[in-house]
């Protein structure tokens, strides 16, 4: 059974940093991040495949950097510059040929 453990969310001030880690049980090509605010509908934030290849959502750009360690089969997020925008519940999400599995979500909090 596949199982995505996400850890590192909290409450931080607006300028703060967080680093997200996502602890996955089995080695996935695809891995990434994405996050649901109240109201609105699940996002990709970031991804890596395992070629190297990562890709952002315009809003983190420059702020937000994703990295893996295949070694450990472990995903993170490092988030700087946090905004209250950037509040949500962040998922990981790891994709092979044919299966997705989700991680159970860790809420993100950006607020004075």
């Known amino acids: 059974q596949v199982q995505l453990v996400e850890s590192g969310g909290g409450l931080v001030q607006p300028g703060g940093s967080l680093r997200l880690t996502c602890q996955v049980s089995k080695k996935f090509d695809f891995l990434g991040w994405y996050r649901q605010a109240p109201g609105k509908q699940r996002e990709l934030v970031a991804s890596s495949t395992s070629d190297g290849s990562t890709d952002y959502a315009d809003s983190v750009k420059g702020r937000f950097t994703i990295s893996r360690d295949d070694a450990k089969n472990t995903v993170y997020l490092e988030m700087n510059s946090l905004k209250p925008e950037d509040t949500a519940v962040y998922y990981c999400?790891?994709?092979?040929?044919?299966?997705?599995?989700w991680g159970q979500g860790t809420q993100v909090t950006v607020s004075a």
């Open positions: 999400r790891a994709a092979g040929t044919f299966l997705v599995y």
